[in-house]
């Protein structure tokens, strides 16, 4: 067949454009958009990809036919490999073959209405600009699929020219019915065959693929011994009856004269390999050439085919087969020749979602089409197979954004590195480099390919960093960036200059007070593998080295330690001052003493050493840190007695932990506490309210656990507990009071929803409010009377986190946009909607709860977007999550998770419980959604989609709306 060169393609091309009615009606040829071949395989055996089930509804059939065509065309193919014989059977009117069951639902039964598929296909494929081929599986008969009888000759029509023909057949070990590739007849037939579509189908091409003899342990003794003329090889033989084949098809369409019908094959990957051929691949792996006798060198060499594509199934660097070895192969294998060589690409192995596989997301792909660009030799690609790509976004934008780049369609964008957001310093030893470019384009950093990027080129690369400078260039064709990132060397031990103890390292830096028996650890620094002790009231005890080497050569920093447990004392309860600790240290007979800056002291339980809360909501903490969170909240005037203190920090007597600047600390000449008088419980349509009546305003905290709510009140009680009135939320209230405080254990009521809780001041004492849950009111419009806070996290100068667009595009951007867009959902449902931020303005953590406790709205949403830290890969952490505090947020917090993930297929990172000072809110559910990962640059690209953001708005309020339904 003799080979049509580009530049005479190009004059038809020219010739057709100058007559349109032509155009339209006649073949287009490949090489019209890029100069490179663009192929897409339709697989229909077994229905993988057309049509989805098996029908006789024509109307059906065109449909399918132009979906997959228009997507085809949408994406950028230029060709279509449409497989219209699957098995001994075929997709278009046949003399020699019976309907395919996979079109119709059974063999012999033809499509409503007189359709035929092929010309069908063929014809809308021309109107699209794109090539039509014929695919045929030369020598199936039956293609068996688990539970289906092995050699099944009873699902054949009658038709079928393995009925008609029997003795043309193998019965072959896969279960499977074959024609025998030796017999002669059966060849003509897959001739026959071709002429067939040639003559009634303008197609543009005929193709095989990969299946020529299943294996060697093919049943053909007795054809081998009637046909073998010439005593080849029994494997030399199976050969020859093969490339006979590919031969006479090849011929015979040549001598049809219709030059513009190509022919190609798309053989296994490996022909043979080195160690079994020195003519071979450098790989491992099957080889077509002894397994399948398919000796595609052959057919190349004496250009019997157009055009050859190997499917080179494997990832760059596959250790057995190595994409870049073979592509390198196929290449020398085709040089010189006439025959064009196309890659068959495994489409199909996109999107792994284990991040360490070479076929996570779309990389290996967009590496291998790369790879495929450097090339001279390699004209174009084909990719397996239809269904996969279409329904996976990522390798079909970046197929389709490879494609416009070769078009020269793709937007040009400029490169930019975001995060870090500028050069920096730091200890890590690698960070995450985040920024956009144009990805059409390969991006390289500091040289190498930077994979998987998001359709619209954005980035996010994890780079180890060496001690000291660090610079990174991203560049691409006409662009690039840079950055630099310094790591500092690891501090190692300090040096001292001197033999001293650093005041600034001696305990307690402040004032420490801690209750007899009360165990503490005083502390220092001097210099490594010293004699160091410390001396309080009036003993001395020895200190021991914690840190760093314990015999060094020189002056090093190190840190001692001793524990010390607080002294009792008898007599009237008061605070006793034990001094400031004397440090001493010995080192190598330089002996130095340092007294420490404050004093240590111990408070008798029944001290009369108070603390008032000075502000108007003082948080509480489970110990002298901030860092976890609050745990409760006392309010302006409350009192409660000192029992401890240290940096800057109070205890009180219910054990928590406040700052000691937001409250007032005296001592006062005798003790005196408040005493509960009174308590009464009402019920309301909103709320139940349990009050209490007290001397003066003692500590009150709060908790509940789903079950009880515990209210501990720093006062005794003398009151009588009220009577439940019926309705009540709980169904006891138990109490057990002592000298210094008194606990009330209010348990829920089976069945009850405790929706909120919280405390209040009275002008007699306080009250404890428990909320009911709304009731639907209406059905139409669900959330009416229901206020719902969206909480947008961060704003202004706090841009929250940082992704591939830096700040011109960052979280608190994201959050506000989807709180606008959920406020109109949520209202839409009747909700009246509340916010803490509405602009781009700095709104602190405690302002937004405090805008909250003031509204106390019936749910609290915090909105948010993720992020990890800079020295992690978040280029391959991707979900969803949702965070509450209290029990009663978990119901509503589960069900918005719930949705979001069946509505949006996200990875589950789950409902988890944290101490988020916006989840604080106790008086009503309260959550924080935290959205896709930022600096993802998928997930970036979702975060940033409107359409996206307005489905999450909705699925969110959807899930809202059947809290309340429930
Ligand atoms: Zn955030």
């Known amino acids: 067949m003799k080979h049509i060169g580009k530049s005479l393609v190009l004059i038809i091309i020219f010739i057709l454009l100058l007559n349109l009615s ?91 209405g007189g359709f035929d598929p092929l010309d069908f296909w063929t014809s809308e494929a021309h109107k699209r600009g794109l090539e039509l081929h014929a695919w045929i599986n030369p020598y199936r008969v039956t293609k068996r699929s688990s539970g289906e009888p092995i050699h099944d000759f009873a699902s054949l029509h009658s038709t079928n020219p393995a009925i008609k023909n029997p003795g043309w057949t ?93 022919f190609g094959i798309s053989p296994f990957g490996i022909w043979a390999k080195k160690s079994s051929n020195p003519k071979g691949s450098d790989t491992k792996g099957l080889e077509s050439y002894s397994s399948h006798y398919a000796d595609s060198l052959y057919w190349i060499n004496i250009e019997i085919i157009d055009y050859i594509v190997p499917q080179i199934y494997w990832n760059i660097g596959y250790s057995i087969a190595d994409y870049k070895k073979l592509s390198t192969w196929w290449e020398n294998a085709v040089s010189g020749t006439n025959v064009d060589l196309y890659i068959g690409h495994a489409a199909y192995k996109a999107g792994n979602p284990d991040p360490k596989s070479p076929w996570y997301g779309a990389g290996e792909i967009e590496r291998q089409l790369f790879l495929n660009d450097t090339s001279k030799i390699i004209k174009g690609s084909v990719f ?99 950055c630099t990132i310094t790591r500092k060397a690891e501090t190692g031990s300090e040096k001292m200059s001197a033999v001293e103890i650093p005041t600034s390292s001696a305990f307690p830096q402040s004032q420490e007070y801690r209750v007899p028996g009360e165990k503490i650890t005083l502390t220092c620094q001097a210099p490594a593998g010293s004699k160091v002790s410390v001396k309080l009231n009036g003993k001395t005890y020895s200190m021991k080295q914690i840190s760093g080497s314990t015999n060094p050569s020189g002056l090093y920093k190190a840190t001692y330690s001793v524990e010390y447990t607080m002294p009792s004392f008898t007599g009237t309860p008061r605070n006793i001052n034990l001094g400031a600790p004397v440090y001493t240290v010995n080192h190598k007979g330089t002996v130095r003493t340092k007294k420490a800056p404050s004093n240590i002291g111990v408070i008798m339980r029944g001290s009369p050493y108070y603390a008032e809360a000075a502000n108007d909501v003082v948080d509480t903490y489970n110990a002298p840190v901030s860092g976890n969170g609050a745990a409760f909240e006392l309010y302006k005037g409350m009192v409660d007695s000192v029992t401890g203190m240290t940096g800057n920090y109070a205890r009180l007597s219910s054990g928590q932990w406040v700052f000691k600047n937001r409250v007032r600390i005296y001592n006062q000449a005798s003790p005196s506490s408040s005493i509960v008088r009174k308590a009464t419980y009402e019920t309301g349509k909103a709320d139940d309210v349990f009050e209490l009546t007290m001397t003066s305003l003692a500590a009150t905290i709060v908790s509940y656990d789903g079950q009880n709510v515990v209210l501990n009140v720093s006062a005794p009680s003398s009151a009588a507990m009220p009577k439940l009135p019926a309705n009540s939320l709980i169904s006891t209230l138990k109490y057990s009071t002592g000298i210094y405080k008194t606990e009330y254990i209010l348990t829920k009521k ?213 809290y309340y339904m429930q």
């Open 22 to 112: 032509a155009f339209a009606a006649t073949n287009i040829a490949s090489t019209q958009q890029g100069g490179d071949f663009r192929g897409l395989w339709v697989a229909t055996v077994v229905n993988i990809d057309y049509p989805i089930k098996a029908t006789t509804n024509s109307e059906v059939l065109k449909s399918e036919a132009l979906q997959i065509l228009n997507y085809a065309k949408n994406t950028g193919f230029n060709a279509v490999f449409l497989q219209v014989r699957p098995a001994g059977d075929a997709l278009y009117k046949s003399k020699y073959y019976p309907w395919s069951k996979y079109l119709t639902g059974k063999q012999g039964v033809a499509p409503d």
């Open 170 to 262: 193998v019965k072959h070990a896969d279960g499977n019915i074959y024609l025998n590739p030796g017999i002669p007849d059966a060849r003509q037939l897959i001739i026959n065959g071709v002429l067939e579509i040639i003559d009634n189908y303008s197609v543009d091409g005929i193709h095989f693929d990969d299946y020529f003899y299943p294996d060697k342990n093919f049943s053909d003794n007795e054809t081998y011994k009637k046909y073998n003329y010439s005593g080849k090889s029994l494997d030399n033989w199976r050969r020859d009856n093969v490339n006979k084949l590919v031969r006479d098809v090849s011929n015979a369409i040549k001598n049809t004269g219709k030059n513009n019908i190509r």
């Open 384 to 482: 397996f197979n239809y269904n996969v790509m279409a329904k996976n976004t990522a390798i079909t934008n970046t197929v389709k954004t490879i494609f416009n780049g070769r078009d020269g369609k793709a937007p040009k964008v400029a490169v930019s590195i975001s995060r870090p957001t500028s050069n920096l310093t730091t200890s890590m030893s690698s960070f995450y480099l985040n920024g956009e470019s144009d990805p059409s384009q390969p991006l390289y950093l500091n040289g190498k390919l930077v994979e998987n990027r998001s359709p619209k080129g954005y980035f996010g690369v994890l780079m180890p960093l060496s001690v000291g400078k660090n610079t990174f260039t991203l560049s691409q064709s006409g662009s690039s960036d840079s």
């Open 750 to 962: 089976d069945g009850a929803t405790i929706e909120g809780y919280y405390v209040e001041k009275t002008d007699t004492g306080i009250k404890l409010v428990l909320k009911r849950k709304p009731e639907v009111q209406s059905l139409t419009k669900p959330l009416t009377g229901i206020t719902i806070m969206l909480d947008a996290g961060h704003g202004g100068s706090d841009p929250g986190a940082i992704g591939p667009l830096g700040t011109r595009y960052s979280e608190k951007d994201i959050n506000l946009a989807l709180s606008f867009k959920l406020k109109k959902e949520l209202e839409s449902q009747g909700a009246n909607i509340l916010m803490t931020r509405t602009n781009n303005s700095t709104i602190s953590l405690a302002d937004r709860l405090t805008i909250s406790r003031n509204a106390r709205p019936d749910m609290f949403i915090s909105l948010h977007a993720n992020s990890m830290a800079d020295n992690v890969d978040i280029s391959k952490i991707r979900g969803f999550s949702v965070f509450y505090r209290e029990v009663l947020s978990k119901p509503s917090a589960q069900i918005v998770y719930d949705s979001v993930i069946s509505e949006h297929g996200k990875n589950k990172h789950g409902v988890n419980k944290k101490n988020f000072y916006v989840t604080r809110n106790t008086w009503a559910p309260s959550f924080l959604l935290e959205s896709d990962f930022v600096p993802n640059p998928v997930e970036f690209e979702w975060l940033t989609n409107d359409k996206e953001q307005d489905k999450l708005a909705k699925t969110i309020s959807t899930a809202i709306v059947k």
